[in-house]
């Protein structure tokens, strides 16, 4: 059974920094690209990053460019998200899912997320 | 970055009323476009992905059409367990992106 177990949220103060950990766990990690999600409190499904199988190409949102972080460790099955400079619009749930490819031919390419773990909250306040 | 817009962004229907949920790709994704179902308080769910491709163990109620920019979400006979948020999601592009949400209530 595909697992996906973040952890590492709470209260953080503004300009503070955090690391956000999801552990995963009934699949071959290293074979897949992953990626975090995030939903501020009442709000919508906001991307966050992602990751390449093995850590060469990353992406992420511009909001959070030069101050967040992803990466992974395949041998411990593990993603990651190092989060600094952090502001109260960072507040919310970050979920970690995993990228996967559809490789029919009429949907040759498209990834979607077919697991989310169960999300962590992340609180900036003072 | 592409821009997600779902429309409308909240709707109320009776048990057994098709329903249809709206998502524009502000350039053409060709079929690169996922649906997902959020129920409060949990994480979300894949229902379709590819535009019309029904993920496993999804209802045959949920179907999803479209292309290049234009997509839509169809339940065809609401029932009383699709009370959701529902969301499409592009990965056309490298920086991925979601649509605002389309919430579902049940008159």
């Known amino acids: 059974e595909v697992q996906l177990v973040e952890s590492g949220g709470g209260l953080v103060q503004p300009g503070g920094s955090l690391r956000l950990s999801c552990a995963a766990s009934g699949f071959t990690f290293r074979y897949f690209w992953m990626s975090w999600v995030r939903q501020a409190p009442g709000k919508g499904l906001e991307w966050v990053a992602n990751i390449k199988q093995d850590g060469s190409e990353k992406y992420s949102v511009d909001s959070v460019k030069g101050r967040f972080t992803i990466s992974r460790d395949n041998a411990k099955n593990s993603l990651y998200l190092q989060m600094n400079s952090l502001r109260a619009e960072d507040t919310a749930v970050y979920y970690c899912?995993?990228?996967?490819?559809?490789?029919?031919?009429?949907?040759?390419?498209?990834?979607?997320?077919?697991?989310w773990g169960q999300g962590t909250l992340v609180t900036v306040s003072s | 970055d592409i821009q997600m817009t779902q429309s409308p962004s909240s709707l109320s229907a009776s048990v057994g009323d098709r329903v249809t949920i709206s998502c524009r790709a502000s350039?053409?994704?060709?079929?690169?476009l996922n649906w997902y179902q959020q129920k409060p308080g949990k994480a979300p769910k894949l229902l379709i992905y590819a535009a019309s491709t029904l993920q496993t163990g999804v209802p045959s109620r949920f179907s999803g059409i479209g292309s290049g920019t234009d997509f839509t979400l169809t339940i065809g006979s609401l029932q009383p367990e699709d009370s959701a948020t529902y969301y499409c999601?592009?990965?056309?592009?490298?920086?991925?992106?979601f649509g605002g949400g389309t919430r579902v209530e049940i008159k």
């Open positions: 999601q592009q990965s056309h592009s490298s920086f991925l992106s």
């Open positions: 350039q053409s994704i060709i079929n690169y």
């Open positions: 899912a995993r990228e996967e490819y559809c490789s029919g031919t009429t949907c040759y390419g498209v990834k979607y997320f077919d697991y």
